[in-house]
């Protein structure tokens, strides 16, 4: 049951981004660019969540999950802090 819900949270985040920067290449509106680049991040993240759990149980890619995380979200932080209008 937990593999579900992992694969279901990364394809969540798939679709985020996916809409996001597709609404960014539409409107050119600067914060759909960032938050579709940290769903980006967040679905490694989720990736890495699957393969680190179910794939892979012996190796630990905690730190990589941890990396692809604070990527998409520092991503985020800068678009909505120094790249406001």
Do not use: H
């Not at 920067?21 to 969540?49: D, K, Y």
């Not at 730190?63 to 802090?81: E, T």
Request: aromatic share 10%.
């Amino acid at each position: 049951m937990a593999e579900t819900v992992y694969v279901l949270c990364a394809l969540t985040s798939a679709v985020c981004a996916g809409l996001l920067l597709q609404g960014f290449v539409r409107t050119r509106a600067r914060l759909l660019l960032w938050s579709g680049l940290c769903f980006v991040g967040l679905f490694l993240n989720n990736v890495l969540l699957f393969v680190d759990i179910v794939l892979l149980p012996k190796i630990d890619l905690s730190a990589w999950r941890s990396v692809a995380a604070l990527v998409g979200m520092a991503l985020l932080l800068y678009g909505l802090v120094w790249d406001a209008e």
